[in-house]
């Protein structure tokens, strides 16, 4: 069965600190993967997501970045953290015969002070 | 700006009542999902309605989905206390060439015992 693993669980970085969170998914080959930030109490925003190796599409323009260097793998980057970029973090997937479901991994809780 | 927008924003009922939530969208899709998130999780898919159909059910949750109304609603039927979460509608644009989700912004069901 497939399963997708995020890590750190939670995480606390001063402003102007890097930032990088690992996302794998196991059990599947190619997928969808997506990576949204969630604001306490609040809907979930697509930050990126990628179809394949290397291929990238960013839906918010801010100080973050996404790579996927492997099938599997997606990683969230910055190079300076902002105050603002507190929050919880979600990756997910999705197969690519359509988009039906998508699965969320456990998220990770990021305070930025 | 999020396709999905969902009211009430929180719902607060008693065990064993019924509990309904709305999500209203935007532009024309392929299907309507509903996603459940506990506290501090991922989230969990519960239920996917495509465009042509107008009603589901699975176990005590039924959706309804009106496209000429740009809306659906979930009823989840004789609630117990593990119900209380937020509830996210999702919705794929129609074409599905964006392979993305748009996320509603969600209700927050507290279910008292």
């Known amino acids: 069965s497939q399963t997708i693993h995020q890590w750190p669980a939670t995480l606390v970085q001063p402003v102007g600190s890097p930032l990088s969170l690992e996302c794998t998914v196991e059990g599947t080959s190619n997928p969808n993967l997506y990576w949204y930030r969630q604001a306490a109490g609040r809907g979930l925003q697509l930050l990126f997501y990628s179809v394949g190796i290397g291929q990238i599409s960013s839906e918010v323009p801010q100080n973050l970045s996404a790579s996927r260097p492997q099938d599997r793998q997606f990683i969230l980057s910055s190079k300076k953290l902002l105050l603002s970029d507190s929050g919880f973090y979600l990756c997910?997937?999705?197969?690519?015969?359509?988009?039906?479901?998508?699965?969320f991994g456990p998220g990770t809780r990021l305070l930025v002070l | 700006s999020q396709q999905g927008e969902e009211d009430p924003q929180a719902l607060s009922i008693q065990e064993g009542e019924n509990a309904t939530m709305n999500c209203s969208y935007k532009t024309s899709i392929n299907n309507l999902q509903w996603y459940r998130q506990n506290s501090g999780r991922g989230l969990v898919h519960l239920i996917l309605i495509r465009s042509n159909e107008r009603e589901k059910h699975s176990g005590r949750l039924r959706v309804t989905l009106d496209t000429s109304k740009k809306s659906s609603s979930l009823l989840i039927t004789a609630s117990r206390a593990a119900d209380t979460a937020s509830y996210f509608c999702?919705?794929?644009?129609?074409?599905?060439?964006?392979?993305?989700?748009?996320f509603g912004t969600g209700t927050l069901l507290a279910v008292q015992p």
């Open positions: 999702a919705t794929e644009e129609y074409g599905g060439a964006t392979n993305k989700l748009i």
């Open positions: 997910a997937w999705t197969g690519t015969g359509g988009l039906e479901t998508q699965y």
